[in-house]
């Protein structure tokens, strides 16, 4: 089989490569034998490249198979495959199909690989309207394996299914893009993300903290703008601008257009959205930019894209998803993302501006993603409670709820075995891979019930309820092989505070409160145990002599808490947390959880020392006007004995 490909430039010459790998006879054509030239030495460079990783097992012999032409009549009349690269300028395009429709044999197909244009007004060139498709490629195509099929007005379908074959059997995957739309399907949801990004900064974020949510949240391999700068802000503005003449509403945000004017076009002019001191020089997207910005605020756009794009019959949604993991190195599909992270989220995002109608109608319908068991795909849902806990299975996480917002989810008997209760559930469904634990309301959750110490006369109440309903909860998380991760949504006092110890991953909402006020009612922190203060440190008598409050910020640097996101993410920054850990593999995790038993252990000792030594205040009148002064709400005696 031969294939032609016309254009040697960026695109084309890693088209020819490709094709050449594969097995194929190519011609590639362009308008100058210096064009060429540079062409076959960079097929050639990139070919030892490949061959010194593998991927290619004699480079020469490929190399062979290219033959390199100005001539493209002739070359069309051998070809059995047409692959067209040259400039983006329809007039040029026209007049290469036009040439390539009078040489080649009738049945061969001519695809394009153009960006933009409207594939019928390409085929209007011909007299084969109707075996005219797009093939759109990704560069570099000799990494990104993967292709835009786009069926124009007239393909036939035996064109497309021709074009499909000629894809598989030069190893790149596709989606099939039934209308064209400009812009296909990624560089649609693409420019509207980028736009956003813009909008962003426009708004006062700054580049990095847009790359950290892209490449420490999100999970791609590199920066959005860090890209752009990459390939050329000019290149970008070309696309959007052409989008938007070719009839998709979208414009070049000022802040690109100035860009442009100022030749701040990214690496190769040293200064784009980040600056370069020299070719290697690389923007500092540090992770600790990562939380300022929703994730969301910068996706929304492009699930809104994706929305209009399915419901205009363009591309279905395992498409999209698929198309944005391999041509974008997306880390799971967009659709899949928007479903984690609730399609309710995402329109709250999109307030004020036009979401999709398609959007609109599934949240009022709730179908609001893997929260409801339903969103653009159906997902795994279970819904039970325990008493005051509310227990939700999320297709491979849990999330597991504290409902007791009037008491300030304190720990009642109920709350104890609730707890304990749904952990067990989660812990025997082979399905789920991670646990989720947060609050309702405006606490995480205010520690042990006091009315309930308050009715403890002698140690043996106070040991048999800690026994009997405290310790089995203690004793499962102790041993649990799934990892759990709590997100603090307010107050977490006391034993609301200390239980954190216990898990893997603490999130904490900027506004969340901690104490260990036990001393205040005539009690003892756990954590003010040995035990507790060897864990975490002398700083923490401090709190647990005064009962003082520290804020999220305060927690983190007591090691109490890992991450402190804004109070409108917290949600969103559990969704993440569990994704990452589902890309582990599992056994692997469960080592982990092994290990870190050591931990958990350390922490048991700390609580069970603690307890005990809560046990011994019981019996003295200390303890006693403690809870009454807490349940008349007034000081108790010792102040200014
Ligand atoms: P380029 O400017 O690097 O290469 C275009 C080539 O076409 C040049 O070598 C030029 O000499 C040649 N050419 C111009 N007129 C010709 C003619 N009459 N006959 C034969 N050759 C002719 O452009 P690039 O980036 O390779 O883009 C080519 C096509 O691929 C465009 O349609 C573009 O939209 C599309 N594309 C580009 C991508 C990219 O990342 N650069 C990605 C996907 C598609």
Not at 154 to 160: G, N, Y
Not at 465 to 473: D, E
Not at 518 to 545: D, F, H, N, T, W
Not at 603 to 614: A, D, R, T
């Amino acid at each position: 089989m031969r294939v032609l490909v016309v254009g040697a430039g960026t695109m084309g010459h890693g088209i020819a490569s490709v094709c050449a790998a594969s097995g194929f006879e190519v011609d590639l054509v362009d308008v100058s034998e210096e064009v060429l030239d540079s062409a076959k030495m960079k097929i050639g460079w990139s070919l030892k490249k490949l061959e010194e990783r593998g991927a290619v097992k004699n480079a020469m012999e490929v190399l062979q198979r290219i033959r390199t032409s100005t001539n493209l009549a002739e070359c069309a009349k051998f070809a059995d495959f047409v692959i067209e690269a040259v400039v983006e300028k329809t007039e040029v395009k026209k007049e290469i199909f036009k040439i390539l429709d009078e040489n080649c044999r009738p049945e061969v197909v001519l695809s394009t690989n153009t960006s933009t244009i409207p594939i019928s007004d390409i085929a209007s060139a011909t007299r084969r309207p109707e075996k005219v498709a797009g093939l759109h490629f990704f560069n570099p195509p000799v990494l990104i394996k993967f292709v835009e099929i786009i069926r124009g007005e007239k393909t036939s379908d035996e064109t497309l299914k021709k074009t499909v074959e000629f894809a598989k059997s030069i190893g790149m995957d596709h989606i099939i893009v039934e209308k064209e739309v400009p812009g296909f399907v990624v560089n649609r949801i693409n420019v509207r993300v980028f736009n956003e990004a813009v909008r962003l900064i426009e708004s006062g974020y700054r580049p990095e903290e847009i790359d950290a949510v892209v490449k420490y949240r999100i999970g791609m391999p590199m920066g959005l703008l860090e890209v752009v700068d990459f390939s050329g802000v000019d290149v970008l503005y070309n696309v959007i601008k052409e989008l938007g003449r070719r009839g998709m509403d979208v414009e070049v945000p000022e802040t690109v257009r100035r860009m442009v004017e100022e030749n701040r076009l990214g690496m190769k002019t040293g200064r784009g959205f980040y600056e370069y001191e020299g070719f290697y020089s690389r923007a500092k997207i540090l992770p600790k930019f990562a939380y300022r910005l929703n994730p969301l605020n910068l996706i929304a756009a492009g699930i809104n894209e994706a929305a209009w794009l399915i419901r205009n019959g363009v591309a279905t949604k395992e498409s999209i998803d698929k198309a944005m993991v391999l041509g974008m190195g997306y880390p799971k599909g967009l659709l899949e993302m928007a479903d984690d992270f609730g399609l309710d989220n995402v329109l709250k995002v999109l307030e004020g501006r036009e979401a999709d109608p398609l959007l609109k109608k599934m949240v009022s319908d709730g179908k609001l993603g893997k929260k409801s068991g339903e969103g653009f795909y159906c997902w795994k849902y279970d819904r039970k409670e325990f008493g005051p806990v509310i227990y939700e299975k999320r297709d491979k996480y849990a999330l597991i709820t504290m409902n007791r917002p009037e008491k300030l989810n304190a720990l009642n008997e109920e709350m104890w075995r609730g707890l304990n209760e749904a952990f067990i559930e989660a812990e025997k469904d082979p399905d789920i891979r991670v646990v989720v634990l947060t609050g309702r309301g405006r606490a995480f959750c205010a520690g042990d019930d006091i009315a309930v110490m308050g009715s403890w006369k002698t140690f043996m109440d106070g040991k048999n309820f800690f026994t009997s309903v405290a310790v089995p909860l203690l004793d499962t998380i102790a041993n649990y092989t799934k990892p759990i991760i709590s997100l603090v949504n307010g107050i977490a006092f006391g034993g609301g505070l200390e239980l954190n110890l216990a898990f893997d991953i603490v999130i904490a909402s900027e506004d969340a409160l901690f104490s260990v006020p036990e001393g205040l009612i005539g009690a003892i922190p756990p954590v003010a145990s040995s035990l507790g203060l060897a864990v975490l440190g002398r700083k923490m008598v401090r709190y647990c002599l005064t009962g003082d409050q520290m804020d999220a910020d305060e927690a983190r640097q007591m090691g109490i808490v890992d991450i402190v996101v804004p109070r409108d993410q917290l949600e969103i920054a559990g969704v993440e947390f569990v994704n990452k850990i589902l890309r582990l593999a599992p056994l692997s995790v469960r080592a982990i959880k092994e290990t870190a038993r050591a931990y958990r252990s350390i922490f048991g000792f700390v609580v069970e020392k603690g307890l005990h030594e809560i046990i011994e205040l019981i019996p003295t009148e200390d303890f006693a006007e403690g809870m009454r002064a807490f349940v008349q709400r007034r000081r108790p005696l010792w102040i200014g004995r």
